[in-house]
């Protein structure tokens, strides 16, 4: 019995390859079909059989779908209102000026990262732990423009009023030559506008000697700091004068058109005598120059016993070799005589 | 003072070098015992072009003018192996007869520089006129000035640098012999015995107050005569 059904098993097998093949031949491309012209063509060398092949190919392949393109919405005239490099928005203004800062270094527009705003505000607490005098920095961008509309020492002297003095310095990130220092009314009372100047200046200059912006910023607040230190001397002994000199601009012009003028006069009243002495002192000059130029030296000759039997000469000088650069003049002082010289 | 051979030295009217027994004889004997003609610019060994033989020339002049008793004159030779630079400047300066020298101006008056091309050395020697106004610096400084100008063979220019500072040093000098002539005249004259004898009898006088003390006992001592 087994026997038989491998025997059936092995029958239905052998009939059912065919029928397997040609399912199999149909999943695949059909051989291309050559015909008589074909071979003539490819005898001739008008085309390779190769060609052929691979044209089938492609003429086959399908042209890959095209990539999903997103449907964006479209930009209206709204989408570029783009804020101005040196316009501060309304609300940041109200956020800068609308109250009493409530910390000692202001920056709304978040100009600073958070560690780097942490690390000054640190900085400015810890001086206002220190000093009596407060030191509140506005921090703009580098181009930023405060509205004139703004009264910045009126709505300073009104949050400031009763409390502690106070020094506010706007600064501009990376353009620190545009801070600007404003003092509240009572410490400005003591503090003379040079002064003033001085502070500023000398911080801006600690200031611009760093590359980056905030460490420029550090730099200020560390040099203002610094000159707080005298204004609170001031501010508690009464007024620094300003010390300040005139600047040459300064001088009155009437001034210096009398100066002028009677300097004009001077020289015409005194112009001949004048005149006469530099001709005199040139002429001098010149006839000293001629005279040294001409100038005889004489010697006192004095009766000397001749030696060696010489009867005119026996003074015997140096003598020096210029035969090797090694040798420099100075090794050569000590004279020797020329037989060793020779050697 | 030296003597030109063994660079020792020797005393004033020494006939002969009391350590070599060099003299003007022994030197004869080495370069001729007649007298040479020679000009103040000799180029024997033709070391300088003829543009550069009339700069030092006129360099030369330019001299005789500013010091009108003395002369510059210049030697270019090569000399032999037993020959020396200081003994030939010592015998053409004895021997030599320079002929466009002015005869008011003797070979007492000259300062010779004598080139030796060969040995690649230089040596100045002066006459007796000179013998308190020079000395072996200022010539070592003079040839010295010129060191490098003939290192770089520019002779020529060598010769020039060296009469700008001999220039220098003479015209210093001419000054200071006028303003203190007795310091140069110690130099080259012997002290006098009986000066030394009055001041070893009179005895040393210390300063001043003793000098005034000396004077008025001398006038104190006149008056009681």
């Known amino acids: 019995m087994s026997g038989l059904r491998k025997f059936l098993c092995f029958t239905l097998t052998l009939l059912a390859l065919p029928l397997i093949a040609a399912e199999e031949a149909e999943k695949h491309d059909p051989l291309p079909q050559w015909s008589e012209e074909d071979a003539a063509r490819v005898m001739r060398g008008e085309c390779l059989i190769s060609d052929a092949l691979f044209r089938l190919q492609e003429e086959e392949t399908e042209p890959p779908p095209p990539p999903d393109v997103l449907d964006l919405p479209e930009l209206g005239p709204e ?10 928005l309304d609300e940041d203004l109200a956020k800068y000026f609308g109250q009493k800062p409530k910390s000692y270094l202001v920056d709304p527009q978040k100009l600073m990262s958070r560690q780097e705003f942490r690390d000054r505000l640190s900085f400015l607490k810890y001086h206002s ?60 009372r003591s503090v003379g506008e040079g002064e003033r100047m001085r502070a500023l200046q000398s911080s801006i200059n600690q200031a611009v000697v760093k590359s980056q912006a905030v460490d420029q910023l550090d730099g200020f607040c560390v040099q203002m700091s610094i000159r707080i230190y005298w204004m609170e001397k001031a501010f508690a002994s009464g007024v620094i004068a300003p010390l300040i000199k005139p600047e040459k601009a300064d001088i009155n012009e009437h001034e210096q058109a009398a100066r002028v003028a009677a300097a004009t006069s001077w020289f015409k009243e005194w112009q001949l005598p004048i005149y006469l002495m530099l001709g005199v002192t040139i002429v001098g000059i010149i006839t000293g120059s001629i005279r040294r130029a001409r100038q005889k030296f004489y010697f006192t000759e004095y009766e000397i016993a001749p030696r060696m039997s010489g009867s005119h000469a026996a003074g015997v000088g140096a003598v020096i070799s210029y035969a090797s650069a090694k040798i420099p003049p100075t090794m050569q002082r000590e004279q020797v005589p020329d037989y060793l010289r020779r050697m | 003072m030296k003597c030109p051979r063994c660079v020792q030295k020797i005393h004033r009217g020494a006939e002969a070098c009391p350590h070599c027994g060099f003299c003007l004889s022994i030197a004869d004997a080495e370069f001729g015992s007649v007298e040479v003609i020679v000009r103040t610019l000799t180029d024997a060994a033709g070391l300088m072009r003829k543009a550069e033989r009339s700069l030092v020339q006129e360099a030369i ?26 003994q030939f400047g010592f015998w053409l300066l004895n021997r030599g007869a320079f002929e466009d020298v002015a005869l008011h101006r003797p070979n007492a008056a000259g300062i010779l520089l004598v080139m030796d091309v060969e040995g690649k050395a230089a040596g100045i020697t002066y006459g007796y006129l000179l013998d308190p106004y020079l000395d072996e610096d200022d010539t070592f400084q003079c040839l010295s000035k010129a060191h490098p100008h003939w290192l770089d063979r520019r002779p020529d220019q060598g010769i020039l640098a060296l009469l700008k500072t001999l220039e220098k040093i003479l015209k210093k000098k001419s000054r200071g012999a006028r303003k203190d002539p007795k310091s140069f005249k110690r130099k080259v004259t012997p002290p006098q015995i009986g000066d030394l004898v009055k001041r070893v009898r ?20 006149e008056e009681s005569k």
């Open chain 1, 129 to 188: 732990s220190d000093s009596n005098v407060d030191f509140y920095v506005y921090v703009f961008d580098e181009q930023q423009i405060i509205p004139a509309n703004i009264q910045v020492d009126s709505l300073f002297a009104q949050y400031f009023e009763g409390g502690r003095p106070a020094v506010i310095v706007f600064y501009y990130m990376g353009a620190p030559d545009r801070s600007e220092l404003h003092l509240t009314p009572e410490l400005m």
């Open chain 1, 79 to 88: 989408s570029l209102n783009v804020v101005p490099p040196t316009e501060i």
């Open chain 2, 61 to 86: 002049e330019r001299f005789s003018k500013r010091f009108p008793q003395l002369f510059f004159a210049v030697y270019t030779g090569v000399f032999r192996e037993s020959a020396c630079l200081r």
């Open chain 2, 202 to 221: 009179s005895g040393p006088v210390k300063n001043a107050s003793q000098k005034y003390d000396a004077a008025t006992l001398a006038v104190s001592k």
